[in-house]
């Protein structure tokens, strides 16, 4: 009995802690909510700034499922590579969506506040960056922007360094017996993957077999990272258009016309080219 004579509450929440919560120590909610500082009045600045911060959350979670992907490939675990893949096309679909709270910004919604990005673009995004990195698309020039934050562009030179997802993915095929190039194989790892006709023709083999075979299942998944990766950045395209044209980006990228060109690259091209073979 309490004190006071009544029973305690058997299911009321424990709400007497000596320091913080559990939930903020695991969740670093505190933090995370406070990491919002506008630089203008203007109250669409805030949604910008925390879908944008929101963005970089999901490519982190991305990043990890695609590195898990990669070297569950390398160990030849392919369930462990699927079960990453699958859960990326869902990260993915989030992500996608973090821009509906800002895609319908009229021009003079968007020009409110765009000065307060100064030089900040999303180009300069590191765990972005790390993201294409993983999908085959390498430059070294990508580094220059974060030599002034020595642990991001050490990271970034590793990923750099790495093999990709899609490299994995392509030994993968080679060791199960299809006829990868040694030029695929054997490439540098730090230059930007380029279609081969062998990959292709790799690629048409698997899909003219077992529909339920794992390869095909494998190649069902990269193709669905594949097709979401490129509506990313067409609804980033289109967002762009929408807000403010043509002019030119802030960062001093072409803006719109680099995003178009940007939107017209397929990921892990030889899995589409692959589909009029079979």
Not at 76 to 82: D, K, N, R, T
């Given at each position: ?10 299911e009321?929440?424990h ?40 963005m ?5 979670v ?13 160990r ?7 079960a ?23 021009p ?11 030089e ?11 993201m ?17 934050a020595?642990?991001?562009?050490a ?18 095929l ?6 990868i ?33 794992e ?15 490129w ?8 967002a ?23 939107a017209?690259k ?13």
């Open positions: 009995m309490s004190a006071g004579g009544a029973a305690p509450d058997s009321a929440p709400l007497d802690f000596a320091g913080t919560t559990p939930y903020e120590d695991y969740v670093q909610a505190d933090v995370l909510t406070h990491l919002q500082h506008p630089r203008s009045d203007e109250p669409g600045e805030m949604v910008f700034l925390v879908t944008t911060q929101v970089e959350l999901w490519f982190t991305i990043v990890h499922e695609w590195e898990t992907a990669a070297a569950a490939l390398r030849g675990e392919l369930p462990v590579a699927m990453a893949l699958k859960r990326s096309a869902w990260e993915l679909e989030s992500l996608n969506a973090s821009w509906k709270p800002i895609a319908h910004l009229t003079a919604q968007f020009n409110a506040y765009r000065s307060a990005l100064g900040g673009s999303g180009f300069q995004s590191a765990m972005y960056r790390r294409e990195f993983l999908l085959g698309d390498k430059s070294a020039s990508m580094l220059v922007p974060h030599r002034g020595p642990r991001v562009h990271e970034l030179e590793k990923a750099l360094a790495e093999p990709s997802l899609y490299d994995e993915v392509l030994r993968l080679a060791r199960r017996g299809y006829a190039p040694a030029e695929v194989l054997e490439r540098e790892p730090t230059a930007r993957y380029e279609a081969h006709p062998d990959v292709e023709e790799a690629w048409a083999r698997v899909y003219a077999g077992d529909q339920d075979g390869l095909v299942r494998l190649g069902e998944a990269l193709t669905e990272v594949g097709e979401l990766v509506r990313w950045r067409n609804d980033h395209l289109v762009t258009r929408r807000a403010m044209g043509s002019k030119v980006g802030t960062g001093g990228s072409a803006g719109v016309a680099w995003l178009e060109k940007r017209r397929n990921v892990f091209p030889e899995l589409w080219g692959a589909r009029s073979r079979v």
